[in-house]
């Protein structure tokens, strides 16, 4: 209750006592005392320790209504009380309390007005209810306008949130990005920079006239340093690898990842691996995961799906990723290229297939609005890297040292996960392996 409508109680209540000891009337000093009791029972309500729409403001509505009757029917002037009770109803009622209280005092207004002046008149009716149906208009506009400010700020603090946790991502996604393009660029330069120095430090040492000890010596200690500091690259390749892949399977990564979204989305997604896991190089396994990741990014954040299905399936010369979900879909020819002039760009597209295209692999993406979406990605399981065939040719010829100086780049990760059992098959039913699945799944033919 405002300042202002209790300073309108206490002036009605003065003027009521004013106007009726002014009379002079016998009833002067009881209509006094009326109003005295109905502002000691006013001033006591917002000094009792009650809530809102509870027990407590009943009560004290119902002695104020008492107090206010016997004023009333003291003295005409008590109507005038009746406006600003209709406010103090609706706010400390229910919408339907308030409302039903609010017409009871209406009613009583209008009978002992009419009472005082000897009959109803077109006055005493319109008068009451017009002050009621403002009050109610008042009330329950402002309530309306409260409740509507509050939705507001509670979207203001959600979208708040969103964009600083898009912001983090971002930053995470960016970092991790940083730490992959390092990898790569270690792996792609130094380490096979050193192991092509190895193999001709090796040839030369072979080389040698059989009298040239100090020369031999001298490649020995090149070849050790070079040995010693591809270790080192491999050492730091190792440690850029995305967390998700530290000491696990991909397999087991991208079980989590499917867990961690159910969990922190509410979108049932399932995980399948149908085929034979084996060991995969290091930048197909972070590829994958980083497509997964993208693809059920776009599913929470677009498709408004109901499930999911994410499938990892090992075949004989290829492995595969789908992910499937029964969402609201799209049409990919219509999704504008990056830098194309819109805010809703295909970056996350392009960012896959360029994933899948550095590896020798193709990603494919079969979707229609309203028939959800199906995203398949596939790798050659060889490892298309500079070194390996340097690193075989090291493996034959060596006869010191063996197996621990190839050039080529054993995979960090080497756990891979137990087969599923048959019934498992893909999720997509993109190439036609494995049972069909779930009836929101579509094959390329529908």
């Known amino acids: 209750m405002s300042r202002l409508l209790h300073l309108l109680v206490a002036g009605l209540l003065a003027l009521a006592a004013g106007r009726a000891l002014v009379a002079g009337g016998p009833d002067g ?5 009326a109003a005295v009791l109905t502002g000691a029972v006013y001033a006591a309500g917002p000094l009792l320790p009650v809530t809102r729409w509870g027990r407590g403001p009943a009560v004290w509505l119902l002695v104020l209504g008492g107090a206010w009757l016997v004023l009333l029917w003291l003295a005409p002037d008590g109507i005038w009380l009746a406006f600003p009770l209709f406010f103090v109803q609706l706010q400390l009622l229910p919408v339907r309390w308030g409302t039903a209280a609010v017409a009871a005092t209406t009613v009583a207004a209008v009978a002992g007005f009419a009472w005082h002046r000897g009959g109803p008149s077109v006055g005493t009716v319109v008068g009451p209810v017009l002050g009621a149906a403002v009050a109610v208009a008042t009330v329950l506009g402002y309530q309306a306008l409260y409740r509507e400010s509050e939705e507001r700020r509670r979207v203001v603090e959600e979208l708040t949130e969103a964009r600083e946790g898009l912001a983090a991502a971002d930053h995470a996604a960016g970092v991790m990005a940083e730490r992959e393009r390092l990898a790569r660029e270690i792996h792609d330069t130094l380490a096979q920079g050193l192991s092509s120095i190895q193999l001709l430090l090796r040839a030369a040492e072979r080389a ?8 031999q010596e001298y490649v020995r200690q090149a070849r050790q340093a070079a040995q010693d500091n591809l270790a080192e690259a491999r050492r730091f390749v ?9 000491g696990s399977s991909l397999s087991a990564a991208l079980e989590r990842l499917c867990a961690t979204t159910a969990a922190q989305h509410g979108l049932p997604v399932h995980f399948h691996v149908s085929g034979h896991p084996c060991a995969l190089p290091t930048t197909h396994e972070v590829a994958l995961l980083r497509i997964a990741q993208s693809a059920l990014s776009n599913t929470v954040r677009h498709a408004r799906a109901t499930q999911a299905e994410v499938t990892l399936s090992y075949m004989d010369t290829q492995v595969a990723l789908d992910v499937v ?3 609201t879909g799209f049409d990919p020819a219509a999704v504008p290229p990056p830098g194309g002039g819109s805010d809703r760009g295909g970056f996350g597209l392009a960012a896959m297939r360029a994933r899948t295209r550095a590896l020798g ?17 596939m790798l050659p399981r060889a490892a298309q890297e500079p070194g390996a065939q340097e690193s075989g040719a090291e493996e034959s010829g060596a006869q010191e040292s063996g197996a621990e100086e190839s050039g080529a780049e054993e995979p ?8 599923q059992e048959p019934g498992a098959g893909r999720a997509g039913g993109v190439r036609g392996s494995g049972p069909a699945a779930d009836p929101f799944v579509r094959t390329a033919d529908e």
């Open 208 to 215: 040698l006239p059989d009298g040239a000890g100090d020369a």
């Open 361 to 377: 692999g193709v990603l494919t993406v079969e979707s229609a609005p309203g028939q959800g979406t199906a995203l398949a990605a």
């Open 29 to 33: 000093a009881a209509v006094t005392a």
């Open 325 to 327: 979900d029964d969402g």
């Open 238 to 246: 190792r440690a850029l690898t995305p967390p998700g892949l530290e």
């Open 412 to 419: 960090a990760v080497r756990k891979p996960a137990a087969a």
